[in-house]
């Protein structure tokens, strides 16, 4: 095979990085992010993959999920990676060092990532400051999170709002994360009423209307998943991003299995997928699938059991940032070979299967 220098520098790296401390490698991919490397494109468009989700209209419907770029620190780099919208954060109000190293752990037998960063941040003020340099073009989400230590939870996700609402083009509410001690909590129907009502009263303080998303758990049963879509209908949330890590482990063969935080990757596709088709049932709010999503086929698996737009994460660490274009020009073929006009006319199409 022949390799362009660009393709070659990413293809090294990309093998550096798997065999030095996985969050090491992980600051350093964001850090050449930052500085310009890695992929040259812009987002992967055409009429087919054009779709619109809460009234915000994506080049396409691939997505980078939160987490991957906490703090906003390599958007330029981001923009260039083929996805069609971007979510950063988590960002709480206060800065905060998260958990304790070791937090991030690769399965490679598995495909998989086990993290529990625990929200570690640079806080609403830096964020804030980041987001006013953002891209133009980019179609950009921030995820809300709570302080570990604060006494009002649901305050902190109103306070992050109100600090950096007008400068993203959606949030999302982030209550289903394992790795701050009873955030899953929030997830219960009256608790998320009650921080709902919060957010869409700070959402009013603001000069325009942003998006709402709320990011559920995977590990929810079907009275849990009805309860939460009537919930989220009632209060006006825009979409659903479903889902965020599991705690369950398995089947999975690597040596860190065992190891405690949320699991992300191809261990979690069919559960995140199952969860997906049930709340594609229970409601018509768009949906955004997020969960083991590593090629095109899985992207479009996804679609057709409801969701609206997809998000990935853990692929990257194996696959590399081209993945997000590759996955995107595939999906485009897909739908093209089954002679689909649109992403929309896709959606939901597949839902049965996973019922």
Not at 176 to 204: I, K, Y
Not at 221 to 230: M, N, P, Q, S, Y
């Amino acid at each position: 095979a022949s390799f362009s220098g660009a393709g070659m520098i990413q293809t090294l790296g990309a093998w550096a990085l798997r065999r030095i401390d996985p969050e090491t490698g992980h600051g350093l991919a964001l850090r050449a992010l930052g500085l310009g490397l890695g992929p040259r494109g812009g987002p992967v468009a055409s009429p087919r993959l054009a779709v619109e989700v809460a009234g915000l209209s994506l080049p396409n419907p691939i997505g980078l999920a939160a987490g991957f770029d906490k703090n906003a620190v390599a958007l330029q780099g981001l923009a260039r990676c083929g996805f069609g919208f971007v979510e950063v954060g988590a960002t709480t109000p206060r800065p905060q060092p998260g958990n304790p190293r070791p937090r991030l752990f690769r399965l490679a037998e598995d495909r998989a990532v086990i993290n529990r960063f625990g929200f570690n941040n640079n806080g609403m003020e830096a964020m804030a400051a980041r987001l006013a340099a953002r891209p133009a073009g980019m179609v950009l989400g921030l995820n809300l999170g709570a302080n570990k230590d604060s006494a009002d939870r649901a305050g902190d996700f109103a306070a992050v709002l109100t600090r950096c609402g007008e400068r993203v083009d959606f949030v999302t509410v982030n209550v289903s994360s394992p790795n701050t001690e009873r955030l899953r909590d929030l997830q219960g129907a009256a608790a998320l009423a009650a921080l709902l009502s919060g957010v869409m009263a700070a959402r009013a303080g603001l000069a325009r209307r942003v998006p709402v998303f709320l990011k559920i758990a995977p590990d929810l049963d079907g009275a849990a998943l009805a309860e939460i879509a009537g919930v989220a209908q009632a209060h006006g949330v825009d979409a659903i991003i479903a889902t965020n890590t599991t705690l369950s482990r398995e089947g999975l063969k690597s040596a860190s299995r065992d190891e405690k935080g949320g699991l992300s990757g191809a261990p979690l596709f069919e559960k995140s997928t199952r969860v997906l088709a049930q709340l594609s049932a229970l409601t018509r709010i768009p949906l955004i699938g997020v969960g083991g999503i590593a090629t095109a086929e899985q992207a479009y698996a996804k679609i057709r059991a409801g969701a609206s737009a997809v998000q990935l994460y853990s692929a990257l660490v194996y696959d590399g940032m081209d993945l997000p274009a590759t996955i995107a020009r595939g999906l485009d073929a897909l739908l093209a070979r089954d002679g689909f006009a649109s992403v929309a006319d896709a959606v939901g199409g597949g839902r049965s299967d996973w019922l």
